[in-house]
């Protein structure tokens, strides 16, 4: 039974460029959330996914955007990138009405010059 | 806003030692409260969870008590192992409904065991 999959694992971006991360949720699950984890720091929630559509919205500027599709993986697109985007970008999942425990993949290390 | 505070660390401690990590809150209501612990290279993974006031949570010897009147979920252990080096997160959550949402995580606590 695969888990939560997120790729890539690392990548290198430079400022004002575009970056797509990609998550499979575990098998079963239909929700997704996306968390952003900087260095030293605890997740902090950015956003819930569920029937294609943004459930809950943490506090992160419109330049980060989300997709579900219809096999229920997800994207976090991330605009114009800062330095300060910088971190450990996790996805986790759970089934909606059902799911008392998130499920988390091992994340997407993104760095920014 | 809702927030949870965790002891600093890192925390090194002998094998068979015992193990406390302080957690406080910061919420209305009556939030759920976890431990969440990330070993070296894997994802978060869930360890153990308490939904209401009083109740304790346990899991592979580690456990943590609901405290309403103090805020508080330590989380202890009372004999730690070098298996147990790694990460951990106290996180909570106002989320009532049957499927959970958002978490909101403390900054995580680094525990090393020597053996």
């Known amino acids: 039974d695969a888990g939560v999959t997120q790729s890539p694992t690392h990548l290198i971006k430079t400022r004002g460029q575009q970056v797509t991360l990609r998550c499979s949720p575990k098998?079963?699950?239909?929700?997704v959330s996306w968390y952003q984890q900087a260095l030293g720091q605890g997740p902090q929630f950015i956003f819930q996914y569920y029937e294609e559509e943004e459930r809950q919205r943490g506090n992160f500027p419109d330049r980060f955007s989300g997709h579900q599709f219809p096999n229920y993986s997800s994207e976090l697109n991330v605009n114009a990138l800062l330095l300060g985007d910088s971190a450990l970008y996790l996805c986790?999942?759970?089934?909606?009405?059902?799911?008392?425990?998130?499920?988390f993949g091992e994340g997407s290390r993104l760095t920014v010059l | 806003g809702d927030s949870v505070t965790q002891m600093e660390g890192p925390v090194t401690l002998s094998e068979e030692a015992f193990l406390t990590i302080n957690c406080t809150y910061t919420?209305?209501?009556?939030?759920?409260l976890f431990w969440y612990v990330q070993y070296p290279g894997e994802g978060l993974q869930l360890l153990l969870k308490a939904t209401k006031a009083d109740d304790k949570g346990s899991n592979k010897g580690f456990e943590a008590t609901y405290r309403k009147e103090t805020t508080s979920f330590h989380l202890e252990k009372g004999s730690v192992q070098v298996s147990d080096s790694a990460v951990y997160f106290c996180a909570l959550t106002r989320d009532r409904g049957s499927t959970l949402g958002r978490l909101y995580f403390g900054r995580g606590t680094q525990l090393t065991v020597w053996p």
């Open positions: 919420a209305t209501g009556y939030p759920s």
């Open positions: 098998s079963g699950h239909d929700t």
């Open positions: 986790a999942s759970t089934q909606i009405d059902r799911g008392r425990e998130l499920f």
